[in-house]
């Protein structure tokens, strides 16, 4: 068996209209300038203190959680709202699901998301029941920590070697290298694609097609 593993956000789905509002309503609500839209997508992939963190490194710790707790109460908000309509599928992400899938593949996600999140995402588009293993930031450490991809293997049942982590993010690329998984790479998210190669990505895909057309190639 192969295992394709998946980030979430800038991979899967288009989040960050979103992301970017629920930021900036948690900087807002401490008096804080909100980070430019720039800076906002540079962190999505990480968890949400390391992010908070990346993002106001002067501040303190319990600066950071306590932005941290204000983004998912914004982001939750915005979910309230049907604001998950402003987070779509990449163009072709749901047949390349179904086409990997098809071909044998198993499949997984490892994400910064909570566990609530994820879902509501994923069965909004109508994929959640495709995924074999669903690792998030609420029962890991932020990436690159390879342990998401650690339990996405063992409820796989497959090796290192049989996996690829699939990511927008040098952090996506870093964690599966942690793991010994070979990365690639994927150009329409939030980091460049000479980011990824610097970063270790063994490919990077233009598009969806192409994206499949790596896996079995």
């Given at each position: 068996?192969?295992?394709?593993?998946?980030?979430?956000?800038?991979?899967?789905?288009?989040?960050?209209?979103?992301?970017?509002?629920?930021?900036?309503?948690?900087?807002?609500?401490?008096?804080?300038?909100?980070?430019?839209?720039?800076?906002?997508?540079?962190?999505?992939?990480?968890?949400?203190?390391?992010?908070?963190?990346?993002?106001?490194?002067?501040?303190?710790?319990?600066?950071?959680?306590?932005?941290?707790?204000?983004?998912?109460?914004?982001?939750?908000?915005?979910?309230?709202?049907?604001?998950?309509?402003?987070?779509?599928?990449?163009?072709?992400?749901?047949?390349?699901?179904?086409?990997?899938?098809?071909?044998?593949?198993?499949?997984?996600?490892?994400?910064?998301?909570?566990?609530?999140?994820?879902?509501?995402?994923?069965?909004?588009?109508?994929?959640?029941?495709?995924?074999?293993?669903?690792?998030?930031?609420?029962?890991?450490?932020?990436?690159p920590?390879?342990?998401?991809?650690?339990?996405?293997?063992?409820?796989?049942?497959?090796?290192?070697?049989?996996?690829?982590?699939?990511?927008?993010?040098?952090?996506?690329?870093?964690m599966?290298?942690?793991?010994?998984?070979?990365?690639?790479?994927?150009?329409?998210?939030?980091?460049?694609?000479?980011?990824?190669?610097?970063?270790?990505?063994?490919?990077?895909?233009?598009?969806?097609?192409?994206?499949?057309a790596?896996?079995?190639?």
């Amino acid at each position: 068996m192969k295992l394709a593993v998946f980030d979430c956000d800038g991979t899967l789905i288009d989040s960050q209209v979103n992301i970017i509002r629920a930021m900036a309503s948690s900087f807002q609500r401490h008096g804080l300038a909100a980070p430019d839209s720039h800076a906002t997508r540079r962190i999505v992939g990480l968890s949400l203190v390391e992010a908070m963190q990346a993002l106001l490194p002067e501040a303190g710790h319990d600066l950071h959680l306590s932005l941290a707790e204000d983004y998912k109460t914004a982001f939750q908000r915005l979910r309230a709202d049907k604001a998950l309509d402003a987070e779509p599928l990449y163009p072709g992400i749901r047949d390349l699901l179904d086409a990997l899938a098809g071909d044998g593949w198993l499949l997984a996600v490892a994400t910064g998301k909570s566990d609530r999140g994820l879902k509501l995402a994923l069965e909004h588009h109508g994929i959640h029941d495709l995924f074999v293993s669903l690792q998030t930031a609420d029962r890991h450490p932020s990436k690159p920590h390879p342990s998401m991809l650690h339990a996405a293997l063992a409820d796989a049942g497959v090796g290192h070697d049989k996996a690829v982590m699939i990511g927008d993010t040098i952090f996506d690329i870093a964690m599966g290298q942690a793991a010994g998984v070979t990365g690639i790479g994927v150009d329409w998210g939030y980091h460049e694609a000479d980011e990824l190669i610097e970063a270790g990505a063994a490919h990077v895909a233009r598009d969806a097609d192409h994206l499949l057309a790596i896996l079995n190639g």
